[in-house]
Every structure is written in structure tokens, then in C-alpha cells.
């Protein structure tokens, strides 16, 4: 194989030139065809849009369960939690609220400032008495809903030691002494949720005394029936409760109190409080749009009325639009869950098509605006399809390469974004290339861009100017970076400079991304500006929000009468009340023992095994005791009033960090497992076998997700790394092309991942999703500058410039709208926006640094040879004169001009 002047070229060159030339080929006459029935190619995209928008139009759900989103499909907790649902029921909810401020209770008080405090809490306790919410037929009231157990409300607080009774309170000489003669009493009963961490918080670090010298937080915490249940395996919330819990805080946060500040944490209010953010933000995404149309139509006008590209603004954003509607259809009839995340796609599609509008408008504008529209077409897309191609497939293998994860939000997410991007893809190369056919005509008979049915006088001139318009004259941005950059990277110190501040910039960032912890909790869901809030810097005190996870024991193989089961659960409960993850359990098996031991002491040994003749009436007995009662729903009776399972509640120590959650998590089901006594035969449920004994708590879902999302992630980038470099080397046909590229797309990464740590964003899966978008937006950067770069012809560095003045102020158009599009959301107040605005912004400022700035400079030094221009091969001169008469009309399009207009 010979190039034109006579040189041997390698096989990898040749292949670049068939490719290359291929593309560009079947462009040409796709163009030409385009040309002939414009219309024909409008009306088909509009038409399959339309068709597949019928979907829309038909009930679909919107996935809001998060364990459907965010946890591994194949975790064991699914099958736990089949179980315990269908067992024992929800768990009821935890809710708090508090009264902080100064010492509020102290030995160094008056009896009568201490007596105050108590006052003032037992005012929001008797407000929340007062509250009641009709939903349907339910009337929800406090009294309605925490009656949990058998023997009445599960309530804590400082206040249950003086009966909930203001004259009781007043009539004590001494509160202090009160409180602490109680804190004594019920820890010798067994009863943590009387400790005194509970009910006042950390106030002494280390201080495991029961006395109490002064507290500044006065805590009341209560356990909520929860209704919520599932159908067909969806989870459908209480309303009914969440109502009452949203309108109870704002009337509790209203009492007038004479002493601290009330804050109030309801599970329900901060559910509600999310939600509201997540709407509020979401209205932001239109002027997102807004901003992005006004951006590109100003980049794309000219001083020129007839010579002006800004309509091809609002049509390429019409093709996006189109793209969203068919990637959101078709993935609705392919059974894929739609959802919050999924929303993310729509940004990035919006970003993607103008960016390849962009890109084919560059080309337009540098063919002679007197050739014939038909020839400009084609011109613009045997340049522009090319790049446009390599983008979008690249972009497509990057996304589909993410769809290997058991995560399902990152996975329906891919699976969306490939489908987007195939049709954005295609509608760009159609409808908006048939849509610039008829620009060009319009053009050409010199019509006005923006008022094309009125034809203009002087179609040379400048808008409201007599002077001649410039068809050459470049913009700010052409100017920048076409003339400007080139100049000042590219000069010898210039590329020192770059090279030397871009090994920084990885080095640091690699460094900064070991340091990036894994961690969510749901309050991060609660906006900044709720009230909320206020509750949740008073739950630094007890050491964040409290996270509870349970033993569950099943159908033990000798009876919980038996000696050898009851050693078991002796041994079991020492494990769980010596550990250091776990503070407080509520444990019906020590409960009932120290019951036995006050009530008979005649049926129980020292080493506190009951009698096996007198365990069941004893229990009985019991569970109607008020301590007995308040765990009686963690015992499960068979048929013949035996027990089948048992509940052991317990609260991690630690709640402030995820790794102290999932350490807690994994300790617990490593001391359950450690009792196979305690087990029996196994449950088989719809998602597989239940073995017992097991730890469960709804939250293990999501432990196991954020344990598995950082490992999921950076192979899903490691796939995409490796599938986007297979088809850059398809496509672009030269390895060192490709190995750059795959350094830019590397570098991006890690600066992505590193830079999250210096912006305080954390890892999980709604930053990893995030990640994902950042090999697709990376990647289109870098392969357009570098397939400009192969296309060019000089020394390097004169083709790193060439490329920067063909394609530099495209890439950066496309990139800065798609920034534009986000940045209302930097006034967001949910979590899901604040961090993707966050790590978007990161992406999109990478890429353009990489791509424009990095990536220049390492082509001009160690950049391939370029696509060789006309080839010679064993098989003859066709494929040369197949080259030389792609399209009649075109004589030879480097000659400018000598086709124009008739």
C-alpha cells in the first residue's frame, strides 16, 4: 500500500484512511439524500417521535422505593426482609423531639429553673397530644398511633419520671434528685431506653455514671405505629402518618416555652421535607433550558440577518427534546424503571446534542456560503458526521458498558442514556441535517434567519450597517480559542507550563480521591433551609440519628424452654451487651429474666437459666407485666403457643459515619451467625431461603449498597475505559490516538474523583452515577480535538493549532451550555441536586481543560502521523477514483467556490 507520494504505509494507516473515508463517504450521500427530500427527513423523526410518545400517555410508575434503586439486588437482606415484614410487621418509627439550650437541668440550678425546663418540655408534649389529622376514614392522634404494645405507649423522656404532671413536677423539692434516684432504678431493671445518654445526650464524653449533674439537651423519643405495607412488592407509605407528623412539628415548633429552643424530628416531616425540595429543584431544570436555548442561539447568530445560524438553535434543542421523548418511551416499553435518577439523563442529553450541533455548525461555516446548499450539506457532514460519530458511539459503548452493575438506579440509568444518545445521534443527522438544508436555501435566496418568509434587500450587509457582512470574521470565543490559545500553550514555555501544572493537578487529585469516604444517611436528604435541620445539630449530642438492626431467632431445634437454647440466648445477649458497636438493646430474653428473678426467684438459677416446667406460664404471666408488655411483639407464637421467633432490638453505638454503620451492621450478623442453635429449618420466600439466626434492619439494604457502590463504580469506569478504547480504536484506527485520548479520559477521572473530595461530596451512588456521566462527557472532548488533530496536515504542533481553530470553540460551546443548564441548581436545596451540580460542574471543567488545553500540548509533542490523503492499493485505482467522485456536483471541495450558486 502506497500514499500519493509513493511512500509504503503500514497496514493501521490504511485501515484509518478506509474508515475515515467510509464514514465520511456514506455521509456524503446521506447528505445528498437529505438534500433531495428534506422534508421527508423531517417528517420521519417527528413521526417515530410521536408514535413512541404514546407511551406517555398511559399510566406508568415513577420508582421512588429506594431499595429498588439504590441497594444490590442479590443482597441477602432481600429475603430477610420478606420475612421480617411478613413476621413481625414495619418497625415502628423512632421519632424525637427536644428541648436544648444552656444547662437546662444542672445541680447548680434552682430547683425552680429546673422545674421550668421540665415545664417547657411537657408544654410540646401536651401540644402533640393535641394534634389530629383526618385522612379518609382514620382520625390519626398521638394516642392513636403510639400504643405500640400491649401495655400503652413507648415514650422516653426525663418526664416519665414525673407521670407526664405538672403538679408532680411542682410539687418536687428536688427534680435533680428525682431523675437521678429513676436513672438508677430503671438501668438496675434492664430498661436502656431510660439511660441516661438517651434521655440527655453525651454531655460528658466517657461518663458511664447513672448520676446526672447537668444536662443541656432534654430529649423525648417515641415509637409511631407504622402502616406502611407492600403491593405486588411495592412499598406504599402511611400517609396517614406522615401527615400527622408534618402537621404535629410545625405546631410543636409554634408552643412558646420559657426555657431553651424546640426542634423537632419526625420521620414523616422529613420525608415530606425531601420531597418538596426535590419538586422545588426540579422547576429549576426549565430555566436550565432556557438558558441553554439563549446561549446557543446567541453563539450561533450573526451580524448578518440572512447569514445568521441562531433558529438552528431552538431546532437542534427540538431534536434533544425529541431524543428525551423517545429515550423515556422506549425505556418505559422495555420495562425499565423511571425514576429521579433517570432525570439526570436529560441534562446530559440536552448537553451531548447541542455540543453535536455544534460541531456540524463549524462545518457549515467553513464551506463558502456560495456553494450550492446541496454541496455545503454535504461538506458540513463528511466533516462534522465523522466526529459526531466517533462521539456518539463511544458515548453509546461507554453507557452500555455501565449497565454491569446489581445497582439498579446506576444500571436504568445507563440503559436510558445509551438509548438517548443512539437517537439524539440519529436525529441530528437527519432532522436537524435536513432542517440546515433548508437554512442554506434559505440563505442562499437571501431570506432572513429569523423571519424567513421576508426577503432581504441587501443580504450582504451587516445588520442595521451598511457595510459589507464578513463571512470570515470570527467571534469571541473562535478567536480565543482558534488564535489566542494555540499561541500561548503551544509556545515552548507554554507546553512546560501545561505539562508541569497537569502532573499537579493528577497527583493532587489522586491523592485527595483515596481520601474520599463512602457515606450517606437520610438526613442528607433534608433540605438546607428546613427547620429540620435544627433537630439534626441536636442529634450530634447522641451521636447522630438513631440506627437500630435486630437478631432475629427462628424455630430453635430444642424449644426456648430447653437448657441448651437458653445458655444459647444467655451467651448471645452477653455478645450483644458487650460489644462496643452496639449502646442499648432491647432484649425480651433479659427483660423476662430479671423479671423472673423479682417476681420468682424460686425458678431461676444463678447463672439465670429458667425452669423449664415453670418458662411458658412464667411468660405468660409476663407479657402482661408493664415491662413485659412493652416486648411482647418480639416473640412470634406457633399454633401451640410456643415460640417461633424472637426479635432482639439493638442500637449501633456509633451512627455519625458510614463505615461505624456498616462495622455495626457487620458485627451483628456475625454474632447472629455464630448461634446456629438458635436457628431452624430455613423460610423460603419469593426472593430465595431465609437462614436463621440473621441481623436485619431495613437500612441493611442500603449498607450493603454503599459497600459495594465504590468497587461497582470504578469497574464500571474501568469497563467503560476499556470499551470506549476498543471503539476509539475501531473508529479512529491509530493507537496512539487512542492511548492519548484514554489518558485525557483517565486524567478526568481522577481529577472528577479527587476534586469531590476538596468540594466535601462523598461517595454514593447518586456521586457515582455521576462518574458514569463523566466518561461520556470526557470522552467527547478529547475525540474531537484529536480526530481534528488526524485530520490536519503540517508538524504537530501546526496541527494541534489547526485543530484548536477548527473544533476549539465548538468543544467549549458545547461544554459551557451544558454548564449553563445546570447552574440554577446551584440555589438547590435538595441533596440529589446539590451534589449533581457539584461533580457536574467538576466534569464539565475538566473536560474542558483536558480536552483544550492537556491535550493539545501531548499531541504537538508525541501526537501520531496524520490520515494519510489519498491512497494507492494492490487492488488497483477505484478506490482512489471512488474517493475523488463521492458526489458529482462536488468537483473538488478544497477549491472554495468554484461551485456556486447559479
Not at 61 to 90: C, M, N, W
Not at 345 to 368: K, Q
Not at 781 to 806: C, D, M, P, Q
Amino acid at each position: 500500500m502506497k500514499s500519493h507520494n509513493g511512500d509504503e504505509l503500514d497496514c493501521l494507516s490504511y485501515i484509518s484512511y478506509k474508515i475515515e473515508h467510509s464514514i465520511s463517504q456514506f455521509y456524503v450521500w446521506l447528505a445528498g439524500k437529505i438534500a433531495e427530500h428534506p422534508i421527508i427527513f423531517i417528517l420521519i423523526p417527528i413521526l417515530i417521535t410521536a408514535l413512541l410518545s404514546s407511551r406517555l400517555f398511559f399510566p406508568y410508575k415513577t420508582e421512588l422505593d429506594g431499595e429498588d434503586l439504590y441497594t444490590p439486588q442479590d443482597s441477602i437482606a432481600f429475603q430477610q426482609r420478606i420475612f421480617v415484614e411478613e413476621t413481625f410487621g414495619f418497625d415502628d418509627v423512632a421519632n424525637l423531639f427536644f428541648l436544648d439550650g444552656g444547662s437546662l437541668l444542672s445541680t447548680q440550678n434552682t430547683n425552680t429553673e429546673n422545674q421550668q425546663a421540665l415545664l417547657s418540655l411537657l408544654a410540646v408534649y401536651e401540644t402533640m397530644l393535641t394534634v389530629n389529622v383526618v385522612v379518609g376514614d382514620e382520625t390519626v392522634t398521638y394516642a392513636s398511633r403510639c400504643n405500640t404494645t400491649a401495655t400503652g405507649c413507648q415514650q422516653a423522656s426525663v418526664l416519665n419520671f414525673f407521670e407526664f404532671n405538672a403538679t408532680t413536677i411542682l410539687n418536687d423539692n428536688n427534680v435533680m434528685n428525682t431523675i437521678n434516684t429513676a436513672l438508677a432504678i430503671t438501668q438496675a431493671q434492664g430498661l436502656p431506653q431510660f439511660s441516661k445518654h438517651v434521655l440527655f445526650g453525651d454531655i460528658i464524653p466517657n461518663d458511664n455514671s447513672t448520676t446526672l449533674l447537668s444536662a443541656n439537651v432534654l430529649a423525648f423519643q417515641f415509637l409511631f405505629l407504622n402502616r406502611d405495607r407492600r403491593v405486588n412488592g411495592d412499598l406504599q407509605l402511611d400517609t396517614a402518618r406522615t401527615k400527622w407528623e408534618v402537621e404535629a412539628s410545625k405546631m410543636m415548633r409554634d408552643v412558646s416555652v420559657s426555657v431553651g429552643r424546640v426542634s423537632v424530628y419526625f420521620q414523616g416531616e422529613v420525608l415530606d421535607a425531601s420531597e418538596g425540595a426535590i419538586s422545588t429543584d426540579t422547576a429549576l431544570l426549565s430555566v436550565g433550558y432556557i438558558l441553554l436555548i439563549a446561549y446557543a442561539t446567541v453563539v450561533m447568530t450573526r451580524r448578518s440577518g440572512v447569514h445568521s445560524n441562531g433558529t438552528m438553535a431552538t431546532v437542534s434543542f427540538i431534536a434533544v427534546g425529541m431524543s428525551i421523548v423517545c429515550m423515556w418511551s422506549l425505556g418505559l416499553i422495555f420495562g425499565l424503571d423511571f425514576s429521579l435518577v433517570v432525570q439526570a439523563s436529560f441534562f446530559l442529553l440536552a448537553g451531548l446534542g447541542i455540543d453535536d450541533t455544534f460541531v456540524i455548525m463549524a462545518a457549515y461555516r467553513e464551506s463558502n456560503f456560495k456553494l450550492r446548499p446541496k454541496i455545503r450539506i454535504q461538506r458540513a457532514l463528511s466533516i462534522a458526521g465523522v466526529s459526531i460519530t466517533l462521539t456518539s458511539l463511544t458515548d453509546a459503548v461507554a453507557f452500555g458498558a455501565g449497565t454491569f452493575t446489581s445497582l439498579p438506579a446506576i444500571q436504568s440509568f445507563c440503559i436510558f442514556t445509551l438509548i438517548g444518545v443512539l437517537f439524539d445521534f440519529m436525529f441530528q443527522v437527519t432532522f436537524v441535517s435536513a432542517v440546515l438544508y433548508l437554512h442554506a436555501v434559505r440563505e442562499r435566496d437571501g431570506r432572513y434567519d429569523l423571519l424567513p418568509c421576508i426577503k432581504s434587500s441587501s443580504p450582504d450587509k451587516q445588520s442595521c450597517s451598511n457595510q459589507e457582512f464578513d463571512h470570515d470574521s470570527q467571534g469571541i470565543a473562535e478567536k480565543i480559542f482558534g488564535v489566542y490559545l494555540p499561541k500561548l500553550i503551544l509556545h515552548p514555555a507554554g507546553k512546560v507550563i501545561v505539562l508541569v501544572l497537569a502532573a499537579g493537578l493528577a497527583g493532587s487529585s489522586i491523592y485527595a480521591a483515596t481520601l474520599v469516604p463512602s457515606e450517606f444517611s437520610i438526613t442528607f436528604l433534608v433540605p438546607s433551609d428546613s427547620p429540620v435541620q435544627d433537630a439534626l445539630d441536636v442529634l450530634d449530642h447522641f451521636g447522630g440519628h438513631p440506627v437500630f438492626s435486630s437478631v432475629y431467632t427462628g424455630p430453635s431445634q430444642y424449644g426456648y424452654d430447653n437448657v441448651t437454647t437458653q445458655e444459647e440466648m444467655i451467651v448471645l445477649s452477653m455478645e450483644l451487651l458487650g460489644s462496643p458497636y452496639f449502646s442499648t438493646c432491647d432484649n425480651w430474653w433479659t427483660v423476662f429474666q430479671a423479671y423472673v428473678q423479682a417476681s420468682s426467684p424460686g425458678n431461676i438459677t444463678m447463672d439465670g437459666i429458667i425452669n423449664e416446667d415453670a418458662f411458658y406460664p412464667l411468660l405468660d404471666v409476663f407479657f402482661l407485666s408493664e415491662n413485659g408488655g412493652k416486648v411482647s411483639n418480639f416473640v412470634v407464637f406457633n399454633g401451640t403457643q410456643l415460640i417461633q421467633y424472637s426479635q432482639i432490638q439493638c442500637q449501633f453505638a456509633e451512627t455519625g459515619k458510614l463505615g461505624a454503620k456498616i462495622n455495626s451492621m457487620l458485627e451483628i450478623r456475625s454474632i447472629a451467625s455464630s448461634h446456629p442453635l438458635l436457628g431452624g429449618p430455613t423460610i423460603t420466600t419469593a426472593r430465595g431461603e431465609v437462614e436463621f439466626p440473621f441481623a436485619y434492619n431495613f437500612a441493611h439494604l442500603f449498607f450493603d449498597g454503599l459497600v459495594v457502590v465504590k468497587e461497582e463504580t470504578l469497574r464500571n469506569v474501568l469497563i467503560a475505559f476499556v470499551a470506549v478504547g476498543v471503539m476509539s480504536t475501531l473508529l479512529l484506527a491509530n493507537l496512539r490516538a487512542v492511548f492519548v485520548v484514554a489518558m485525557m479520559l483517565a486524567l478526568v477521572d481522577a481529577n472528577v474523583l479527587g476534586f469531590m473530595y476538596y468540594t466535601g461530596v462523598d461517595f454514593d451512588t447518586v456521586s457515582a452515577i455521576n462518574l458514569v456521566i463523566a466518561v461520556g462527557l470526557a470522552i467527547d472532548s478529547s475525540v474531537h480535538i484529536a480526530h481534528a488533530f488526524l485530520v490536519s496536515h503540517g508538524t504537530k504542533t501546526e496541527r494541534a493549532a489547526k485543530a484548536l481553530k477548527k473544533l476549539g470553540s465548538s468543544v467549549f460551546h458545547g461544554n459551557f451550555s451544558t454548564f449553563l443548564a445546570i447552574l440554577p441548581l446551584v440555589i438547590a436545596k435538595s441533596f440529589i441536586f446539590q451534589v449533581f451540580f457539584k461533580v457536574l460542574s467538576l466534569i464539565l471543567f475538566f473536560a474542558i481543560l483536558h480536552g483544550l488545553v492537556v491535550l493539545p500540548v501531548i499531541l504537538s509533542l508525541v501526537g501520531p502521523d496524520p490520515y494519510p490523503e489519498k491512497i494507492l492499493d494492490d487492488y488497483g485505482e477505484q478506490d482512489q477514483e471512488q474517493g475523488e467522485t463521492l458526489e458529482t456536483e462536488m468537483v473538488d471541495l478544497d477549491y472554495m467556490g468554484e461551485e456556486t450558486y447559479v
